[in-house]
């Protein structure tokens, strides 16, 4: 089933302003929004905070990947922020998948906890070059099967790995999908991309979405023209 805010923006930015001019014209009921490590890393908690405190559901997207202790303090502290979704790196390993799983147990906000299985921006050869010989799909599956096995809730993957993943996961585990265009944008860094409506079709559950939107002379403009693209015909 569609979620009916499957559409997650990200807020890719230098600074609070930027964000805010944006935000203040969306709606917290039609989207959910990012924070990566862009904005993070310059604004801080405070960027976190601010956007929970204006209604919205925040994915923190640090991709934490360390060793357990330090992922689980760190997803303890995601949690506190009031984060609706926070990540792992589903490399980082069982053992600190666990960890951080365990580190969720018993919150009063209880965040979805999702791992990141092959970053969309990899092809082929990139990860050849790093050691792993193979299609991508390949890998993203192991580390989907992974990820379910500690008890997370989804993964990061491309909507291109959507529909194998969707034959060997539970219907619930979430697929959360960056990498996502409307025909005639430009790539960008992306390599496995596909556009918002074949994403869902393939079982993504939530679309991820920066420089589309951000990019846009009229942001606004873009997020309706993706929404509608995503209603029935
Ligand atoms: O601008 P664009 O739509 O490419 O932004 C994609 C967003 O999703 C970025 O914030 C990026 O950090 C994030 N992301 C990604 N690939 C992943 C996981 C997250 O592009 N595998």
């Not at 640090?62 to 990540?87: E, Q, R």
């Not at 147990?105 to 792993?132: W, Y």
């Not at 265009?181 to 556009?195: E, I, N, T």
Request: glycine share 6%; proline share 4%; hydrophobic share 50%.
């Amino acid at each position: 089933m569609v979620d009916h805010k499957a559409l997650i923006v990200a807020l890719d930015f230098d600074d609070i302003d930027s964000v805010l001019r944006l935000t203040d014209q969306l709606d917290p009921s039609l989207c959910r929004v990012k924070v990566g490590k862009q904005l993070f890393t310059r604004v801080g908690p405070s960027a976190v905070e601010q956007l929970v405190k204006r209604g919205f559901d925040v994915f923190l997207d640090l991709k934490f990947h360390d060793i357990p202790n330090t992922v689980a303090n760190a997803v303890s502290a995601a949690a506190d922020l009031g984060v609706w979704m926070t990540n792992v790196h589903a490399s980082g390993g069982s053992s600190m998948m666990n960890a951080a799983r365990e580190a969720l147990v018993g919150r009063q906000n209880k965040p979805l906890l999702t791992a990141v299985t092959v970053l969309t921006s990899m092809a082929e050869a990139d990860l050849a070059e790093v050691g792993f010989q193979g299609a991508a799909l390949a890998r993203v599956v192991a580390l989907a099967k992974l990820t379910e096995k500690a008890g997370l809730d989804g993964v990061v993957c491309s909507a291109q790995e959507a529909s194998e993943l969707r034959k060997v996961v539970d219907p619930a585990f979430a697929l959360v999908t960056p990498g996502i265009r409307l025909k005639g944008d430009a790539m960008g860094d992306q390599k496995r991309v596909v556009d918002p409506a074949a994403a869902i079709a393939a079982g993504a559950n939530y679309l991820v979405m920066g420089r589309s939107i951000t990019a846009a002379t009229d942001p606004i403009a873009a997020i309706k023209r993706i929404l509608s693209s995503l209603e029935p015909e």
